[in-house]
């Protein structure tokens, strides 16, 4: 697609020159340039919304995952007993 921009006229000939110097045209370094900004804020926006998912998980009293699961584990096994598929179990009866 074809646009028009109006650029500072040092920016666009700094620009150009070095897109010459890499053998380029200045619409690859352009594309590059937006490319380049698009995925910036892509993962600017990422980071945000992890960091608000941590704050939300710390503030409601979050458990690393391995905690959890061996909690899970120890409450299965009180309720339900262990059985022949349990590695624990098969460790214990050799």
Same mark, same amino acid.
């Given at each position: ?34 490319? @380049? ?5 892509? +993962? #600017? =926006? $990422?980071? &945000? !919304? ?30 339900? @007993? ?5 590695? +624990? #179990? =098969? $460790?214990? &009866? !050799?």
């Amino acid at each position: 697609m074809k646009i028009t921009v109006d650029l500072d006229p040092d920016l666009y000939r700094a620009a150009k020159v070095e897109a010459a110097r890499s053998d380029r045209s200045i619409r690859d370094v352009i594309e590059e340039a937006i490319t @380049g900004w698009l995925d910036a804020r892509e +993962a #600017a =926006e $990422d980071q &945000a !919304s992890a960091n608000q998912a941590l704050a939300e998980y710390q503030r409601d009293g979050g458990v690393v995952a391995e905690d959890f699961y061996e909690r899970l584990v120890a409450e299965t096994l009180e309720t339900y @007993g262990t059985t022949a598929s349990d590695p +624990a #179990a =098969e $460790d214990s &009866a !050799s």
